[in-house]
C-alpha cells in the first residue's frame, strides 16, 4: 500500500550547523509540494569575511515519500555563492519538522532541522479561504 503523502506546503523556518567552529545559520524556506515533489526558495544570512551580514537566496527542488524528504539547495551566485547543498532528513508525525543532514559533495556536511507552524499548513489555509 503506499504511503500517505504529507504536504510540505508553507513557510518553514530552519537552521543548519557546521561540523566546524562556525555558527549556525538561521533560514527560511518557502515551500510549495506538487504530488511526492515540492518546489520553493531559501533565504539566509551569514557573516561575511568582513564581518558583515551577507544576504543569500536560493532554489530548492525536491521530493518525500512518507517520512523521507530530500532535496536539492542552488544558490543564485549572489556574493559568489553558487554550488548546490543536498539535504535528506525525516518528517516528524505531525509534518511540521523535518531533521536531518546537509552535504556539499566531496567537501562540508552537517545538521539541520526545519519547523513549519501548525497554523501555516495548506489544509488550514484552505479551510480558511473556504470560509470567505
Not at 544570512?45 to 536539492?72: M, Q, Y
Not at 508525525?93 to 499548513?121: C, D, K, Q, Y
Request: with cysteine.
Amino acid at each position: 500500500m503506499p504511503c500517505m503523502q504529507k504536504p510540505l506546503t508553507g513557510i518553514w523556518h530552519g537552521l543548519y550547523s557546521y561540523p566546524r567552529y562556525l555558527d549556525p545559520v538561521y533560514f527560511v524556506a518557502t515551500l510549495v509540494s506538487h504530488g511526492s515533489g515540492f518546489s520553493g526558495s531559501i533565504h539566509e544570512a551569514i557573516a561575511g569575511k568582513s564581518g558583515a551580514p551577507l544576504k543569500l537566496f536560493a532554489s530548492v527542488e525536491g521530493t518525500s515519500d512518507g517520512t523521507a524528504v530530500s532535496f536539492t539547495k542552488r544558490y543564485d551566485g549572489g556574493n559568489d555563492w553558487s554550488h548546490a547543498v543536498n539535504y535528506n532528513g525525516l518528517l516528524n508525525a505531525e509534518a511540521l519538522e523535518i531533521e536531518g543532514e546537509w552535504n556539499i559533495s566531496g567537501n562540508w556536511s552537517g545538521r539541520f532541522l526545519m519547523i513549519r507552524n501548525p497554523g501555516t499548513t495548506e489544509s488550514v489555509i484552505r479551510r480558511e479561504f473556504e470560509k470567505a
